[in-house]
Antibody, heavy 121, light 111 residues
């Protein structure tokens, strides 16, 4: 059974940093792309970043490029999101997700339960 | 620019059927999408992957009441025999190399 569990969230001041982790189990982690998505309070879903199986392809949304860094450790079945220069507008629940692939590309097929990040002074 | 558009809200009666729509932007009518459900105060759940020919692959444990179909740039999610727990936000999502895109979501109310 696929499980994705985020950790590392919390309250941080504007300009501060935080590192999120996502522990994966129940599948062969290094066979899958992984992604981060966030949801600001009362708002819709926003894609943040994705990383390919062996980290050769990494992409970011414009809103976080240059401030956030995605990475993974396949030996530890873990996904990370290093968030620097945090702003109030980064306040959101952050979800990690697994991306399966088929003939039409990569699609998000499992979600973690989410972790809250609050940026406030 | 790759965009998916959804109506903000929909409603239908208990036991009835409802069809939600996701529209792909111009030039992207052959793209596949995924549908995700988010019940109140819960995280999202993957429902299905839906191709331009209407072929779809549902997630684990998704009931037969949920089905998908396509026509041109439109992708549909049909829920039949509506139950109270179907009241939720429904998001469509698409993708291309270097980008993942979510629609704004449709809030479904079960009357």
């Amino acid at each position: 059974q696929v499980h994705l569990v985020e950790s590392g969230g919390g309250l941080v001041k504007p300009g501060g940093s935080l590192r999120l982790s996502c522990a994966a189990s129940g599948f062969s982690f290094n066979d899958y792309y992984m992604t981060w998505i966030r949801q600001a309070p009362g708002k819709g879903l926003e894609w943040v970043s994705y990383i390919s199986s062996y980290s050769s392809d990494i992409y970011y949304a414009d809103s976080v490029r240059g401030r956030f860094t995605i990475s993974r450790d396949n030996a530890k079945n873990s996904l990370y999101l290093q968030m620097n220069s945090l702003r109030a507008e980064d306040t959101a629940v952050y979800y990690c997700g697994r991306e399966a692939s088929n003939s039409v590309g990569y699609y998000l097929d499992y979600w973690g339960q989410g972790i809250l990040v609050t940026v406030s002074s | 620019q790759l965009v998916v558009t959804q109506s903000p809200s929909a409603s239908a009666s208990l036991g009835a059927s409802v069809k939600l729509t996701c529209t792909l932007s111009s030039g992207h009518s052959n793209y596949a999408i995924a549908w995700h459900q988010q019940q109140p105060e819960k995280g999202p759940r993957y429902l299905m992957n839906l191709k331009s020919d209407g072929g779809h692959i549902k997630g684990d444990g998704i009931p037969d009441r949920f089905s998908g179909s396509s026509s041109g740039a439109e992708r549909y999610l049909t829920i039949s025999g509506l139950q109270s727990e179907d009241e939720a936000d429904y998001y469509c999502q698409t993708w291309d190399t270097g980008i993942r895109v979510f629609g704004g979501g449709t809030k479904l109310t079960v009357l």
